[in-house]
């Protein structure tokens, strides 16, 4: 099982940015997928989450009206796109997959950095 973002860096405020996330060795199509976050000495928290069939997401309310969740099941790749980026949007992000019926395993990736600064 691998779970592999991508798609962090250097951004300046208001500017944008668009994670993936690699999903293989699991039914990608049978799990809810999520994105959390974890600022430097602050607990992870969950960014935004997305149904196995697209029709129900989440968007926590820091950032609604910034970040848009997708996946694309043919492709085993979810995504988060981060627009109005802001100072305390940086944080390692980090994608999980949890079975959709509950039952199972749930997967980490490795997280990737993102850095909202001018």
């Known amino acids: 099982v691998q779970l592999v973002e991508s798609g962090g860096g250097l951004v300046q405020p208001g500017g944008s940015l668009r994670l993936s996330c690699a999903a293989s060795?699991?039914?990608?199509?049978?799990?809810?997928m999520s994105w959390h976050r974890q600022a430097p000495g602050k607990e992870r928290e969950l960014a935004a989450s997305i149904s196995s069939t697209r029709d129900s997401t989440y968007v926590a309310d820091s950032v609604k009206g910034r970040f848009t969740i997708s996946r694309d099941n043919a492709k085993n790749t979810v995504y988060l796109q981060m627009n109005n980026l802001k100072a305390e949007d940086t944080a390692v992000y980090y994608c999980?997959?949890?079975?959709?019926?509950?039952?199972?395993?749930?997967?980490w990736g490795q997280g990737t950095q993102v850095t909202v600064s001018s």
């Open positions: 999980k997959a949890l079975p959709q019926r509950g039952v199972g395993a749930s997967y």
């Open positions: 060795g699991f039914t990608f199509s049978s799990y809810i």
